[in-house]
């Protein structure tokens, strides 16, 4: 059997659209994928999950949680590659809307924000982490991802 590309593929705050494109993608890739890529961490495949020696981990959505900064700051630490994957993990956008509340809304949500340990902003993965690539788009751009995906099979000689 030949080498595989070890992925993760992880949600932070979002609403989980391109991880649906990706189940979908499958329809068309399964059976090439399951010969190139070993998932590490894919909670949508399989509920068992590994969190080190990753070659590349795919992360969706932004980082809203001081818990979640934490859990992204040790996948970058065992993974080779991060690909931030949708506007949200590229840009903050749009699950960092409530950055930009008014003063009276933000005094509204404020006991939620300090009961659940969330972070005085939500930010995109670039600006906790470093960040090798990125797919653009609400939900993510199929054909940038296909591009990323190929790159990384080349990278890591898969
Ligand atoms: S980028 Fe768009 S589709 Fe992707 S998680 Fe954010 S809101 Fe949802």
Not at 130 to 154: A, R, T, W
């Given at each position: 059997?030949?080498?595989?590309?070890?992925?993760?593929?992880?949600?932070?705050?979002?609403?989980?659209?391109?991880?649906?494109?990706?189940?979908?993608?499958?329809?068309?890739?399964?059976?090439?994928?399951?010969e190139?890529?070993?998932?590490?961490?894919?909670?949508?495949?399989?509920?068992?999950?590994?969190?080190e020696?990753?070659?590349?981990?795919?992360?969706?959505?932004?980082?809203?949680?001081?818990?979640?900064?934490?859990k992204?700051?040790?996948?970058?630490?065992?993974?080779?590659?991060?690909?931030?994957?949708?506007?949200c993990?590229?840009?903050?956008?749009?699950?960092?809307?409530r950055?930009y509340?008014?003063?009276?809304?933000?005094?509204?949500?404020?006991?939620?924000?300090?009961?659940?340990?969330?972070?005085?902003?939500?930010v995109?993965?670039?600006?906790?982490?470093?960040?090798?690539?990125?797919?653009?788009?609400?939900?993510?751009?199929?054909?940038?991802?296909?591009?990323?995906?190929?790159?990384?099979?080349?990278?890591?000689?898969?």
């Amino acid at each position: 059997m030949g080498k595989k590309l070890k992925v993760a593929w992880v949600t932070f705050a979002c609403c989980e659209d391109s991880s649906i494109l990706f189940v979908e993608l499958l329809n068309d890739h399964f059976f090439e994928w399951n010969e190139k890529i070993e998932f590490r961490v894919c909670r949508m495949l399989k509920k068992a999950a590994l969190f080190e020696d990753i070659d590349v981990a795919f992360i969706e959505g932004a980082i809203a949680l001081k818990e979640d900064e934490e859990k992204l700051r040790h996948l970058r630490e065992v993974s080779k590659k991060v690909v931030a994957v949708g506007s949200c993990a590229c840009t903050g956008m749009p699950s960092a809307q409530r950055n930009y509340f008014d003063e009276k809304t933000k005094g509204e949500i404020e006991m939620v924000i300090n009961r659940f340990g969330h972070m005085e902003k939500v930010v995109p993965l670039k600006s906790l982490v470093k960040v090798d690539y990125e797919v653009p788009g609400c939900p993510m751009d199929e054909k940038v991802f296909l591009e990323v995906l190929q790159k990384c099979f080349s990278e890591f000689g898969v």
